[in-house]
């Protein structure tokens, strides 16, 4: 449940809970504040929190370098779609290679370095709003990760327990571990709208919703497109299929399915 001036009944609430629907109420920013489960979906939740608790560490590392390999290989896609007369996305498919287990030679972030020098000219990456392309990335991000947050608790994982991202003070742990796959997905929209973007000096209503647009997009899970919110649910049902050892590797969306490299 999303938007100002909603009211609900009481009777309404019950049917949802009678026919075991979940209830997520979202904030201003439509990422979940909160959620109402009927005494079944209890049950099923408590079951799905013992899984993510006993998850091993050797999981939770494993489960980190799928997670950055494919964002390096995404990342990889997302240059070639802009072909330079260099070779810097081969490079980058080289870093996914190398991925280590827990990614402890740190292929993410020499990659980043790489990945947005090559991306946008004389650009550096901030999670501040310094310009106007920092500030889309930012506010695409954004939209992805509320995304995302309302398909992990709909999934019914607990968001606050991750892989890799800390648990101090950050009820979305999960969430921001699983959207760096799909990261690139805003970096692509953004440099394809490049000129419009850069000369504005501030995020105009245009440019937000353009950059909504990105929940529009299909995504291609194992060669069918679904779509974005059903392609982000089974993205989510795939990391759950893999900690709780019934899959061996975690199936992820296709971003650029029409790219070859």
């Not at 106007?132 to 954004?142: K, R």
């Not at 019914?156 to 959207?179: Q, T, Y």
């Not at 759950?240 to 992820?252: C, G, N, R, V």
Request: aromatic share 12%; glycine share 4%.
């Amino acid at each position: 449940m999303h938007g100002n001036g909603i009211t609900y009944t009481n009777s309404a609430i019950q049917k949802c809970l009678k026919n075991e629907i979940p209830i997520v109420f979202c904030d201003e920013t439509h990422t979940p504040a909160g959620m109402l489960l009927p005494y079944f979906n209890i049950a099923e939740y408590g079951k799905r929190l013992e899984i993510q608790l006993s998850a091993s560490q050797p999981i939770r590392k494993q489960a980190w370098k799928q997670i950055i390999t494919e964002k390096l290989i995404n990342q990889s896609a997302c240059l070639a779609s802009f072909p330079k007369s260099n070779s810097k996305h081969l490079q980058l498919l080289d870093f996914a290679r190398e991925v280590k287990t827990g990614d402890n030679t740190f292929r993410e972030g020499i990659g980043a370095k790489i990945y947005f020098g090559e991306l946008f000219d004389n650009f550096y990456r901030s999670n501040k709003n310094e310009d106007i392309i920092n500030s889309s990335l930012n506010y695409g991000y954004a939209v992805l990760r509320s995304g995302i947050a309302r398909a992990v608790v709909s999934c019914g994982l607990n968001p606050a327990i991750g892989v890799f991202h800390s648990k101090n003070k950050n009820p979305f742990c999960l969430v921001d571990d699983l959207i760096e796959p799909l990261r690139p997905m805003v970096d692509y929209i953004v440099k394809s709208q490049y000129d419009d973007f850069i000369k504005e000096k501030i995020l105009t209503p245009a440019l937000k919703r353009f950059l909504v647009s990105i929940t529009e997009k299909k995504l291609l899970v194992e060669n069918a497109a679904y779509s974005f919110v059903a392609g982000l649910q089974k993205y989510i049902q795939s990391y759950l299929a893999y900690i709780s050892k019934q899959e061996k590797q975690i199936i992820f969306p296709k971003l650029f399915y029409d790219i070859k490299i």
